[in-house]
T-cell receptor, first 112, second 116 residues
Framework: QKEVEQNSGPLSVPEGAIASLNCTYS??????FFWYRQYSGKSPELIMS????GDKEDGRFTAQLNKASQYVSLLIRDSQPSDSATYLC????????????FGKGTMLLVSP | GAVVSQHPSWVICKSGTSVKIECRSL??????MFWYRQFPKQSLMLMAT?????????EQGVEKDKFLINHASLTLSTLTVTSAHPEDSSFYIC????????????FGPGTRLLVL
C-alpha cells in the first residue's frame, strides 16, 4: 500500500512568516513529487514539482526533497492571507506508472 | 500552457438519470487523463485512469458499469454517471498528463454534481 502522509492541520501562521509544510511517503522507489494548492470549493492547481534531492526555489516557494528520509516539504516565504488553502502533496508511485498518490492535504491559515 | 477544461461546471439532476461530464485538454494532447472524486472535507480519490483509444483502468471499488469513461481523442475524455443517486453527489475533477512533463497532472476546474 503506497501512502503519502501529511499533517491535516490547520497550520496557522501570521502574515509575513514562513510556512513549512511536510509530507512523507512510503514507496522508496518514487520518482516524482508535486505540491498542489487547493482553495475551498476549487480544483487543485500545481505549485511545484521536484525530482532530485535538494531544494528547488520558485518565487516565494521552495520545495525540498530528501529521498533517503522519504520526505518532501514546501516552504512558503512571506506568507500572505491569499496563501490560505489546503496544500496537497502528490507522489508518482513508481517509474512506469502514471498515477499519482495524493496525501490528504494540510490546511494553511495565514492571518493578517 | 497546460490548460484543462471541464463541462459542465455544475449540474443538478434527478435520481435515476445519467449525467455526462467532459474533460478537455485545450493546448496539449493528453494520452492519459484521470478522473477523481472529492467529497466535502475529504481528500482526492482517484476513480479511473483514461487512456486514449483503450479501456479505462478503474480503481478498486469503483463500478465501471456505473461510471462510464470514454477517451475518444487525445484532447477529450468523458465520464458518464449512469443512473445517478444522491450518494453520487460529489465534486468530480479530471486531470490530464502533459506528455513531456514527467508525470505532472494538470487539473480541470471540476464539476459539482448534485443528485436530488
Amino acid at each position: 500500500q503506497k501512502e503519502v502522509e501529511q499533517n491535516s492541520g490547520p497550520l496557522s501562521v501570521p502574515e509575513g512568516a514562513i510556512a513549512s509544510l511536510n509530507c512523507t511517503y512510503s514507496d522508496r522507489g518514487s520518482q516524482s513529487f508535486f505540491w498542489y494548492r487547493q482553495y475551498s470549493g476549487k480544483s487543485p492547481e500545481l505549485i511545484m514539482s521536484i525530482y532530485s534531492n535538494g531544494d528547488k526555489e520558485d518565487g516565494r516557494f521552495t520545495a525540498q526533497l530528501n529521498k533517503a528520509s522519504q520526505y518532501v516539504s514546501l516552504l512558503i516565504r512571506d506568507s500572505q492571507p491569499s496563501d490560505s488553502a489546503t496544500y496537497l502533496c502528490a507522489v508518482n508511485a513508481n517509474s512506469g506508472y502514471s498515477t499519482l498518490t495524493f496525501g490528504k492535504g494540510t490546511m494553511l491559515l495565514v492571518s493578517p | 500552457g497546460a490548460v484543462v477544461s471541464q463541462h459542465p461546471s455544475w449540474v443538478i439532476c434527478k435520481s435515476g438519470t445519467s449525467v455526462k461530464i467532459e474533460c478537455r485538454s485545450l493546448d496539449f494532447q493528453a494520452t492519459t487523463m484521470f478522473w477523481y472524486r472529492q467529497f466535502p472535507k475529504q481528500s482526492l480519490m482517484l476513480m479511473a485512469t483514461s487512456n486514449e483509444g483503450s479501456k479505462a483502468t478503474y480503481e478498486q471499488g469503483v463500478e465501471k458499469d456505473k461510471f462510464l469513461i470514454n477517451h475518444a481523442s487525445l484532447t477529450l475524455s468523458t465520464l458518464t454517471v449512469t443512473s445517478a443517486h444522491p450518494e453520487d453527489s460529489s465534486f468530480y475533477i479530471c486531470s490530464a498528463r502533459a506528455p513531456t512533463s514527467q508525470e505532472t497532472q494538470y487539473f480541470g476546474p471540476g464539476t459539482r454534481l448534485l443528485v436530488l
